[in-house]
């Protein structure tokens, strides 16, 4: 393993983006520009393969291979202009088909029936503005436990030796469930649930987090549905022995909901 249409360069780091709000794409916040300033501080990819909590599939994993990816606005009861967003970037049909190829432990097929979604796009508008870099996504196969997740991500290594970066896009707390006052302070359960998981980084205590439904009352709460939480486990799963972690935006967005913008570099 470990072709590729690229040639090897130095190692590009992988980022876990605490997306948020759809929002975000259009407006100018603590999170967004900390996003800014986090794509200034690595080298400029030469292509970038998305996992987000947005892109779930059935039965088989798929992957983008599509030469223009398409905008999808799967977000509902925003303002007319957040639908107006445009980012044209082109796919990478070529990478994304040598991808499903080398990566033989696992089916990833190919697919021409999905684009950038707003846990792609609106992440993607505020780090790399000038929608240059070729981008294309992987799906989550709902169908697989978290380890399955896990050891797919290992087996993608190759890839950020060659200059692409690996971008998860979900959220550590993310219950939209629970409503809370303007002005309460965020729940006790989201704030341990989020330390508790950047301690089992710090630790490279990954096996604690793919069995997350073990930490009890807080992270049951925090990760009511998973979609969310299994793209950091795609970017822990890149760590390298001798890759450094660092944290961004290390806070709980809690306007009457409880996310977690925690973001995550590792190397």
């Not at 939480?229 to 660092?246: F, R, V």
Request: charged residues 20%.
């Amino acid at each position: 393993m470990g072709k590729s249409i690229y040639e090897e360069t130095g190692k590009m780091p992988a980022l876990f983006m605490g997306h948020g709000s759809p929002m975000n794409a259009i407006e100018d916040n603590q999170y967004t520009r900390t996003w800014e300033k986090l794509a200034q501080d690595i080298p400029t990819p030469k292509a970038i393969l998305i996992v987000s909590a947005h892109w779930e599939t059935q039965r088989k994993t798929q992957i983008y291979a599509g030469t223009k990816p398409k905008m999808i606005y799967d977000m509902y009861g925003f303002p007319k202009n957040l639908y107006e967003v445009q980012y044209p970037a082109s796919g990478n049909p070529a990478l994304a088909n040598d991808i499903s190829k080398e990566v033989t432990n696992f089916d990833i097929a190919p697919t021409h029936e999905w684009g950038l979604d707003h846990g792609a796009w609106s992440v993607l508008v505020k780090m790399f503005p000038k929608a240059d870099i070729p981008c294309f996504q992987l799906s989550l196969n709902t169908t697989r436990d978290l380890q399955y997740h896990y050891d797919l991500a290992k087996e993608l290594k190759f890839l950020r030796s060659q200059g692409v970066l690996i971008l998860g896009s979900g959220n550590i707390v993310h219950n939209l469930r629970y409503i809370r006052s303007f002005w309460d302070a965020a729940p006790e359960w989201a704030l341990s649930f989020d330390q508790q998981v950047a301690d089992f980084i710090n630790n490279r205590d990954h096996e604690q987090l793919i069995k997350y439904q073990k930490l009890g009352k807080a992270a049951e709460i925090s990760v009511n549905s998973a979609e969310h939480y299994i793209p950091l486990l795609y970017i822990l799963a890149l760590q390298e022995k001798d890759d450094p972690i660092t944290y961004s935006n290390e806070s709980l967005n809690g306007t009457l909901l409880d996310v977690s913008m925690r973001c995550v570099r590792v190397g």
